[in-house]
């Protein structure tokens, strides 16, 4: 055995133990430049299901824009507006030709052609705002990095100074907050990554090192940290198993992830040899990919034969004996088959896919140009579009003057919508059904706004109630429970106010919040007693979508409360050789009970809730 001032001398490597050597190194560095790169990108991560843009009408493309602006976030957005782009250029150019077309045919000059569209100009508005949000994010995200990575150098430079001053009273704790910050901090550059994590894990092994005074708190954090390693080799080890090698290099991320940033160092008796089996494990998913890339290059020239086949099989396809409607449905339905089979044989890389996917898409569209040809013929089309929007006229004259707004309106908006969904009328009769039919929904919604307009004045007598009752509630004496009562009871009674006004209610229920803390109850009691006071606002309001979102807050809490109370206890089970009057032992317990109580109050608003009928 060597004494504490010998060297351990090892033998040198061989040529192929060192080309092994570098191998390893060399694969463990790419998945590591790759945890990189997701980590800067953790916020982008989100599968948005990916619909079949290209056999969507203009309009509810620029629907389906609108809902993905409205409910994912902006930096997740990017594949879904690209094919909505790609697919609405596509056939707004395709529209934009055929109008020309007709422009022209009816004898119109091409310099003096325009043509406009209201879901042309929805649209480019959205694309502007989803450019512009875009752009915000990033700017906020490039400055966030930067301050993050300013952040956790001044870290490892407080760490370097806790390791140099080593005080034993207070080295221990400090150093765990430092560890905690640590976690806390968001993504940095990735450029910087790799190079901060190394050099911060340096410093954590260095104060490890050094921490004899408290031995048993680095024995157990090493015993931990150890065993939480060997699971993740295992893991990594279990990834060679997989067949699907994509799935198994995401997954050996996310591990080179927990070891970096969830798991501490183990004893340096111990830190050779885990780090070696989790780097051999590495490398055999980093081959098996590459393996699978160079299989997969090989079957590019099939892929790429085999859609060739189906744009040649579009391109001969045979229209010339389709005389009817019904003629040219069944040939729709079996282009649609070929383009089906065209998608099925699997994606190809851009390099290698974009000559093929000219040749498709020039098949298609000899297609799509003898179809429209037919139906731009079809007169009787037209004849069928003018009987439906002179039943649309007729009923819309009808409900003028009717006075079931809430039904009427709803019949209104509907027919509106219909109207739009009708295709073009014959041009002789265009522009008089078109002015009946605007007069008679202009006479009906003028007649509704003149109504609201007095329904405005009876809610602005309410709002001003309502700020005057506030300013009252705030120099009232309040006292007992049943003054709360009859306050609450006396402001529900002056009106609902118009959503637009409903901030009061957040203001009447922060000055009765000021009388409910000076009554003589307890914290839990006060508590349920502002809780309630919300909850009965929005139940009066129905506005049961907040009633459901305040639920849904809730069962998190209670989540998460669980969560924090089981990490507590489980850390408490690791201070194995700790008394209960140790002073790491009584801020576990505290902690605890503290969340039990937490728990309870969180519970106590669920049930609440569920007890409500709405």
Known sequence: MLENNEEKVEKPKTEE???????????????????????????????????????????????????????????????????????????????????????????????????????????????????????????????QLKENLERRNNLIEELKTLIKNADPKTMYNDFQEIQNRWKNIGPVPKTKYNDTWRTYHHHVERFYDLLHLNKDFRELDFKHNL???????????????????????????????????EVGPVSKEHREDVWGKFSEATKKIHDKRHQHFRELKSKYQEMIDAKLAVAAEISAFDTSKNNT???????????????????????????KS?????????????????????????????????????????????????????????????????????????RKFSDDIWKRFKNACNHYFDRLHAVKNEQNKEQIAVVEAKKEFIEQVKSAEIKTIEDVQNTLTDWRGLGALP?????????????MDAHLEELNLNRVDVEMMKFKNVVDTYL??????????????????????????????????????????????????????????????????????KRLDY
């Open 17 to 143: 133990q060192l080309k092994s050597s570098k191998e390893t190194e060399s694969a463990v560095n790419e998945v590591e430049n790759e945890v990189a790169n997701e980590s800067e990108k953790a916020d982008e991560k989100h599968e948005i299901p990916m619909l079949d843009y290209d056999s969507m009408e203009l309009d509810k493309l620029v629907s389906e824009l609108k809902s993905l602006l409205k409910n994912y976030p902006i930096q997740q957005l990017k594949s879904n507006v690209d094919a909505i782009k790609t697919a609405f250029n596509s056939k707004f150019g395709a529209l934009l030709a055929e109008k020309k077309a007709a422009f022209l045919a009816e004898g119109g000059n091409s310099i003096d052609f325009q043509f406009s569209s209201p879901v042309k100009t929805e649209y480019n508005k959205l694309l502007s705002e989803y450019k512009s949000k875009r752009d915000a994010y990033y700017s906020q995200l490039e400055k």
């Open 227 to 261: 065993e939480e390693k060997l699971r993740l080799i295992e893991r990594a080890e279990a990834l060679n198993d997989i067949e699907d090698v994509n799935i198994a290099f995401k997954e050996l991320q996310e591990l080179h992830r927990l070891w970096k940033e």
């Open 325 to 351: 409607h019904n003629d040219w449905q069944k040939s729709i339905v079996a282009i649609e088959k070929l383009r089906k089979k065209y998608f099925d044989i699997g994606k190809l890389p851009y390099s």
């Open 354 to 426: 974009e000559a093929v996917w000219q040749e498709f898409k020039a098949a298609t569209k000899k297609f799509n140009t003898a179809k429209n040809a037919f139906y731009k013929n079809e007169k009787s089309s037209q004849n069928d579009n003018l009987k439906r929007k002179i039943e649309l006229v007729e009923l819309a004259e009808s409900l003028k003057d009717s006075e079931d707004w809430n039904e009427t309106t709803n019949t209104m908006k509907r027919i509106q919508s219909d109207w739009k969904k009708i295709g073009h009328v014959p």
């Open 499 to 511: 959503r637009n006004a409903r901030h009061l209610d957040e203001k009447f229920n922060k000055a």
């Open 540 to 609: 009066s309001q129905e506005d049961y979508r907040k009633l459901d979102s305040e639920q849904f807050f809730i069962r998190k809490k209670i989540d998460e409360t669980v969560r924090e109370m089981q990490q507590l206890e489980n850390n408490l089970s690791f201070i194995s050789n700790a008394t209960e009057d140790n002073p790491l032992v009584k801020n576990v317990r505290k902690g605890i009970n503290e969340f039990k109580d937490q728990l309870d109050l969180w519970q106590e608003k669920l049930d609440y809730l």
